[in-house]
């Protein structure tokens, strides 16, 4: 395996020197895609902003032939199309009317709303924790679950089936990839025929009001692809947010000051999502000295282009309060993570709680135990903590 597969990534034992090493090919340069597929990986800060802006680079998967995503993914093809045709995975003009749609309830005063029950959903969690526990398990997972769920209408009685087909989309095992898939589509076309019946006030409920509305409106299939989207989106990079804030604070022993700040460091550090969507030359593009052609993949490594030292002064230190921190965690331009201000919500008063609640909270194994999950998303294996020292 070269330094410029970023299957790499998939089992790096040290994903930072991984990415380190992929960055010191330089900003542009030629490699490969997880089934081997040759690809652009784009790894600069300034190269992966133009990548992300420039209409020249498309999202759409059908824009090439040189990868078969779904295989890559291990989805079947009679449900492919819901879980690959994703908002982020749309150029304008159809981009344009499903975002426009969707923010029409996917709003910041909503999110902002939230904030009342997402601190009493942190207080609930926090005043059921034993001394010793594994903090992804009992905080930072069942944290965002719980609020995407219901936000997005999902009963809590159907949360631990949902959990369990989320997790079969990212196992080995092609056969649990499309038994996940085909749960997740077939769970989410019955709920929303149980939404159209019986109506809340909901965010899918919402969306199908949309839906439903003269003019404008989502197909089915968009429907059906949006609400996975925001329920897998909603919960995986948070959790792994959340976890690997903790993680850092109590292996370098931080004062994390202002949680703000220290969130967007936390994010441009350590963000769970480490690549972009692949985005697909429409012509021939001049990008960072280096000509890629019409047709061609281009990967945009995030994580690469976060600790880009023409971009971040000392990028490889960990600043809490680090001023002008324009990081790439929840993207750039018209893909711009839609639920980039609930994520920063939920972290938000979840380490002030922690933080709050547990002073003395410390790991309960030696640092050199925690390792992190195979895979394309930056996540821990556990987290054992004690709430004393």
């Excluded at 993914?73 to 969707?102: C, I």
């Excluded at 030359?281 to 690469?304: F, K, S």
Aim: hydrophobic share 40%.
């Amino acid at each position: 395996m070269t330094m410029t597969d970023i299957a790499g990534l998939l089992t790096a034992p040290d994903r930072d020197a991984f990415l380190a090493g992929l960055a010191g090919q330089g900003p542009v340069c030629r490699g490969t895609y997880i089934d081997g597929s040759p690809v652009w990986l784009v790894t600069g800060y300034p190269e992966s902003v133009a990548v992300l802006t420039d209409p020249r680079f498309s999202s759409d998967v059908t824009r090439q032939s040189t990868i078969d995503l779904a295989a890559v993914a291990g989805l079947p093809g009679d449900v492919a199309p819901y879980l690959l045709r994703t908002l982020g995975a749309n150029d304008p003009p159809d981009h344009t009317r499903l975002r426009r749609l969707v923010s029409r309830e996917f709003t910041a005063r909503r999110v902002e709303s939230l904030r009342p029950r997402i601190q009493e959903i942190v207080d609930a969690l926090v005043s059921g924790l034993p001394e010793e526990f594994d903090l992804i398990e009992r905080f930072a997972y069942p944290l965002p679950v719980q609020v995407i769920c219901e936000l997005l209408g999902v009963p809590a009685a159907d949360r631990g089936t949902w959990r369990s087909w989320a997790a079969d989309l990212t196992a080995p095992d092609l056969e649990k990839v499309a038994a996940g898939a085909r749960g997740l589509v077939g769970y989410m076309s019955r709920l929303i025929v149980a939404k159209r019946a019986d109506p809340g006030d909901d965010l899918l409920s919402g969306l199908i009001r949309v839906q439903e509305a003269d003019g404008d409106r989502l197909a089915d299939e968009e429907l059906i692809s949006m609400s996975i989207s925001i329920l897998m989106a909603g919960h995986e990079t948070t959790v792994g947010l959340i976890s690997q804030s903790v993680w850092l604070l109590l292996t370098r022993r931080l004062d994390p000051g202002d949680i703000s700040d220290a969130v967007e460091e936390f994010l441009r550090f350590t963000g769970s999502a480490e690549i972009a969507v692949l985005r697909y030359t429409l012509e021939p593009v001049e990008i960072g000295g280096v000509t890629i052609p019409q047709g061609e993949a281009v990967q945009v490594v995030y994580a690469a282009a976060n600790r880009d030292p023409r971009r971040f002064d000392q990028p490889g230190r960990l600043d809490l309060r680090r001023a002008d921190n324009a990081h790439l965690a929840f993207g750039h331009g018209i893909h711009y993570c839609l639920g980039a201000a609930l994520a920063r919500c939920e972290t938000q008063i979840a380490l002030a709680t922690l933080l709050d609640r547990f002073p003395g909270l410390t790991l309960s194994v030696p640092a050199s135990e925690i390792g992190w999950q195979p895979g394309m998303k930056r996540a821990l294996t556990s987290l054992p903590v004690r709430t004393t020292p």
